[in-house]
């Protein structure tokens, strides 16, 4: 199975900060790396796909890069509504698997 | 809009069996490979079940293989999670979700999630 090790397990940080997520692969899964955002209570939201693409409707703060084991998720200015715990994920090869989560605070 | 809905869940005691459902509406069903990932209480989300657009395919994660069965039926827009032998560590939040790229079981996201539906396995 794939491990996804998420770094920090938690942020705290202020409106207006730039906070960078970082997530590795145990094994190489190229570009088969998703990024969602879950608040407290809800299902969980996907923001980016295949590592660095937008999804619709996901404003253009958040930024994903990376490939092979190394990816990373960026805020570049962080708002009141993006406190939230998010989660990398692996699509490669099954099981998928998930990362432990980073949970953004204030 | 495109939008998916789950039942079935609630108390069961260890070793009972539950049948999750999930209605799906707002897009062409049968072209989606669907997944079923869970929450435990206070933790994070771990895949557990995954069907092609056929139901041809089917793949799980170790700790429920022969005790969990995914499903769907392509008429009804519903894919089901038939869960037996059921202990206190499946206990949580379980979504249904849809696989965001056509035709695809494996190499794409998570697009669409349900609101979730609770499992408590509890004496």
């Known amino acids: 199975d794939i491990q996804m090790t998420q770094s920090p397990s938690s942020v705290a940080a202020s409106v207006g900060d730039r906070v960078t997520i970082t997530c590795r692969a145990s094994q190489d899964i190229t570009s088969w790396l998703a990024w969602y955002q879950q608040k407290p209570g809800k299902a969980p939201k996907l923001l980016i796909y295949t590592a660095s693409s937008l999804q619709s409707g996901v404003p253009s703060r958040f930024s994903g890069s990376g490939s092979g084991t190394d990816f990373t998720l960026t805020i570049s200015s962080l708002q009141p509504e993006d406190f939230a715990t998010y989660y990398c994920?692996?699509?490669?090869?099954?099981?998928?698997?998930f990362g432990g989560g980073t949970k953004v605070e204030i | 809009e495109v939008q998916l809905v789950e039942s079935g869940g609630g108390l069961v005691q260890p070793g009972g069996s539950l049948r999750l459902s999930c209605s799906a509406s707002?897009?062409?069903?049968?072209?989606?490979?669907m997944y079923w990932v869970r929450q435990a209480p206070g933790k994070g989300l771990e895949y557990v079940s995954a069907?092609?657009?056929?139901?041809?395919?089917?793949y799980y994660t170790d700790s429920v293989k022969g005790r969990f069965t995914i499903s769907r039926d392509n008429s009804k827009n519903t894919v089901y999670l038939q869960m037996s032998g059921l202990r206190g560590e499946d206990t949580a939040v379980y979504y249904c979700?849809?696989?965001?790229?056509?035709?695809?079981?494996?190499?794409?996201?998570?697009?669409?999630w349900g609101q979730g539906t609770t499992v408590t396995v509890s004496s």
């Open positions: 707002g897009f062409t069903f049968s072209n989606y490979a």
């Open positions: 979700v849809k696989v965001k790229s056509v035709y695809q079981l494996l190499y794409s996201d998570m697009d669409v």
């Open positions: 069907i092609s657009t056929n139901g041809g395919s089917t």
């Open positions: 994920q692996q699509a490669n090869s099954f099981p998928l698997t």
